[in-house]
């Protein structure tokens, strides 16, 4: 089968930094990414991991360790704007190109 | 606005009647999917077009789920005999030819409430 675990929950305060953990168990992995999504809007792309190690990107940064199944996003200096939910997503490369979504993490940013 | 967008933004419908919906991906995108959201949860893959080839749909769409990409630009989807479990956000998506469909550019989506 396949899975990816989220917390459901995180909450934070503005100008902090959090942590969201993404693990995953899929048939077929060529990378991961990291998608926002607003209450009532699309989801946007906000970042991607082939190669173990850091991606940064502005504030939100990106990890993944393939070796563990493990990822997470690290969002710097919080803002009330980043209160939405996230989601990594499995990409299985060109053998196909769809994305597998994790159930996602709820960001309360609070003042 | 070059996004994606997608008609309906809203459809209510009654069990078992009918339900098409349009997505007009970015123009320059070839590569075009289809996903559903319901609440709490994470967008679900449906079925993915390149060009107007659908080239897989997921084992968990039922008979009653029909995808179109006629001339390669827009798609449609259609629900036959809606059911109340059908009721959801769909999603469309479009990526570039390139090695990046990692990166897929979502519209607002249609949400669709059976009664």
């Known amino acids: 089968g396949q899975s990816l675990e989220q917390p459901s929950e995180v909450t934070a305060v503005e100008g902090a930094i959090v942590q969201i953990n993404c693990t995953y168990q899929t048939s077929g992995f060529y990378g991961l990414s990291w998608y926002q999504q607003h209450d009532g809007g699309a989801p946007t792309f906000l970042s991607y991991?082939?190669?173990?190690g850091l991606e940064e990107t502005g504030r939100f940064s990106s990890f993944l360790s393939r070796s563990d199944s493990y990822g997470y996003l690290l969002l710097q200096e919080l803002q009330m704007k980043d209160s939405a939910s996230y989601f990594c997503?499995?990409?299985?490369?060109?053998?196909?190109?769809?994305?597998?979504f994790g159930t996602g993490t709820l960001l309360a940013v609070q003042p | 606005d070059t996004g994606v967008s997608q008609d309906p933004r809203h459809k209510i419908t009654k069990r078992g009647q009918n339900v098409t919906f349009r997505c007009d991906p970015i123009?320059?995108?070839?590569?075009l999917y289809w996903y559903r959201q319901t609440l709490g949860q994470g967008p679900e893959f449906l079925t993915y077009?390149?060009?107007?080839?659908?080239?897989?749909k997921s084992r968990l769409l039922s008979d009653r789920f029909s995808a179109e990409r006629p001339k390669g630009s827009f798609s449609t989807l259609e629900i036959q005999r809606t059911e109340q479990g059908d009721s959801a956000m769909y999603l469309c998506a479009s990526s570039p030819w390139t090695g990046t469909s990692y990166e897929q550019y979502f519209g607002p989506g249609t949400r669709l409430t059976v009664t």
């Open positions: 991991n082939a190669l173990d």
């Open positions: 123009s320059e995108h070839n590569r």
């Open positions: 997503a499995v990409w299985g490369g060109g053998a196909t190109n769809k994305l597998i």
């Open positions: 077009f390149q060009n107007e080839a659908q080239l897989e």
